[in-house]
């Protein structure tokens, strides 16, 4: 994450690992950010998304949410919670969309917790739209019911990045803005001092 032209890179396509649904969420991402924070000027960033130790093709959109907060954590620099898990597609005006398999996703996600040890604290963000969908293992159920795991139903980008930081989203889409400046500074910075060499070259 440094300065840059407002590309967001693809690794996973870069080495032909990602499919075309999955690139095209990433570039709903550059949609949103462009939407949300370059209202003024245009975006100065340069960042790259990968998934780390995979090694098999990636495909689908699913992640995209999670990709998301993945930039506005790095950008506000603000840490997001690692006891949670995350589904969900985004569109560019920020709201999550319901994804496929939501059912054996949660469970999932349940038997690796179990397995280790319930703590209270775990769960998984799932797109509103998908609460209809839930038919969930008792076993599943009963933790709910007791405090010991939980399934947050998101609407929107602002409600999730709230819940995995702690902080009111309003403050993180400050702190990201305050970091864009910063880079679209530094940026103005580079390109006047490229220019300067060029007319002493001249």
């Known amino acids: 994450m440094h300065p840059g032209t407002g590309r967001i890179l693809d690794i996973e396509r870069e080495v032909e690992l990602g499919g075309p649904l999955h690139s095209k969420g990433v570039l709903i991402l550059s949609g ?28 689908g959109d699913s992640a995209s949410s999670t990709e998301l907060y993945a930039l506005l954590s790095a950008l506000a620099e603000v840490p997001l919670r690692q006891d949670l898990a995350v589904t969900g597609s985004v569109n560019q005006h920020g709201e999550v969309q319901a994804i496929g398999g939501v059912n054996d996703k949660i469970e999932g996600y349940f038997e690796i917790c179990q397995a280790r040890g319930l703590t209270g604290t775990q769960g998984v963000m799932i797109p509103a739209s998908n609460v209809q969908h839930l038919m969930l293992r008792q076993d599943v159920v009963a933790a709910c019911a ?40 530094s940026r103005r910075n580079q390109n006047a001092q490229a220019a300067r060499s060029a007319e002493e070259q001249a």
């Open 146 to 185: 007791a405090g010991q795991f939980a399934v947050y139903p998101i609407k929107t980008i602002d409600q999730g990045i709230t819940l995995l930081t702690g902080q009111p989203a309003a403050d993180i889409h400050r702190k990201v803005e305050d970091r864009l400046r910063l880079f679209a500074k």
């Open 32 to 59: 949103f950010l462009a939407g949300r924070y370059a209202l003024d000027a245009p975006i100065s960033l340069a960042a790259s998304l990968v998934f780390e130790q995979s090694y098999g093709g990636v495909d």
